[in-house]
């Protein structure tokens, strides 16, 4: 993506129009900064705010919506959490909590004047996480929650990498993986080179790394570790120990939600899809939608499955058709 720095050291899409990028201040108890967001579309009922992946991720892993979303009528909001890329991003590990970033999407929605009426909450992956826990504390201000390749327990993710995906890698490669995880030697490029060659290209997006979409690429290219390390860990290869999402979980939590949820689940996902499926049977109005073909960025590995899931999902709730 195309980008240019402002005077005050904003990063801002060079082809954003000015007249729908808007930078929100957010308040939290180290001050004020201000947080990138972009609107898509136009509709006065169903308005899609995107909470993207990381964390420390940014908007630019949602490009691909624009070619689906406003056709069916529906308007939705790129946003880079605070942390990200197009964002302020301070250096405070105090601002790095799930309560603190669940503050943040509820001032987001409140300037962008959301509400019960046309607030649609999409979460995908470190979003998922965000987005389950937003609606847990306000599903009050939802018309429609998406969660979209995340299990409500990140420990049992990694116990699906550990358990299930690392043991279908060739002979070897498993074993390399985990030695270098238990000697902490995180910055050697055998890891990483590892994980795109046998993890990433078959579970986050299924295609070679060379041909990935720019848009994905630059948006881990962005992407900022000093958030993704402390809260995630070194890689997508589950949570490392000791980063402050180990135990995270909602799992028994899910039934207190009332509001429609889709959540959708991909059969090479990096998640266990069985999970995303449980969770749309564990809610009192859910909806599963299932990616054959697809893995942890089903937009762009099966686009053909996810957007019409999505879409339909949403003119649903919009038409009281649902569930």
């Known amino acids: 993506m195309k980008e240019e720095k402002t005077s005050n050291g904003q990063w801002v899409p060079e082809e954003s129009d000015s007249t729908d990028v808007r930078m929100i201040d957010i308040q939290t108890e180290s001050g004020q900064f201000r947080v990138f967001t972009k609107k898509v579309g136009d ?35 790129y946003y880079d959490q605070l942390g990200s890329h197009f964002s302020d991003q301070p250096s405070d590990t105090s601002l790095w909590t799930v309560e603190r970033f669940v503050d943040e999407v509820d001032q987001v929605r409140t300037a962008l004047g959301m509400d019960s009426t046309n607030f649609y909450l999409y979460g995908q992956s470190w979003g998922g996480i965000l ?56 910055q050697n490029p055998r890891y990483m080179e590892l994980l795109m060659e046998h993890h990433y290209t078959e579970h986050i997006l299924r295609a070679p790394a060379e041909e990935w979409p720019k848009d994905v690429l630059e948006a881990f290219d962005h992407l900022n ?22 135990g995270w979980t909602v799992k028994d939590r899910m039934k207190e939600l009332e ?65």
């Open 43 to 77: 509709s006065p009922s169903m308005k899609v705010l995107l909470l993207h992946g990381g964390p420390g991720g940014t908007h630019e892993f949602f490009k691909s919506f624009e070619e689906h979303l406003p056709a069916a009528g529906i308007e939705f909001y």
């Open 131 to 186: 987005a389950a826990e937003y609606a847990l504390a306000h599903q009050d201000a939802l018309k429609g929650l998406i969660i979209s390749n995340m299990m409500m327990d990140i420990d049992e993710y990694t116990a699906y990498a550990h358990d299930v995906l690392g043991p279908a890698m060739p002979e070897g490669v498993f074993e390399e993986v985990l030695a270098i995880e238990a000697a902490e030697d995180y």
């Open 225 to 246: 570790p000093e958030v993704y390390v402390y809260m995630q860990g070194h890689s997508e290869f589950g949570i490392t120990k000791g980063a402050t999402l180990e």
């Open 259 to 323: 509001v429609p949820v889709l959540s959708i689940g991909a059969t090479y996902d990096s998640m266990d899809p069985k999970a995303m499926e449980w969770l749309a049977e564990e809610v009192p109005n859910g909806r599963f939608l299932l990616c054959p073909e697809g893995s942890h960025l089903s937009q762009y590995d099966d686009p053909e499955h996810f957007f019409p899931g999505l879409v339909q999902f949403i003119l649903d709730v919009d038409g009281g058709s649902f569930p």
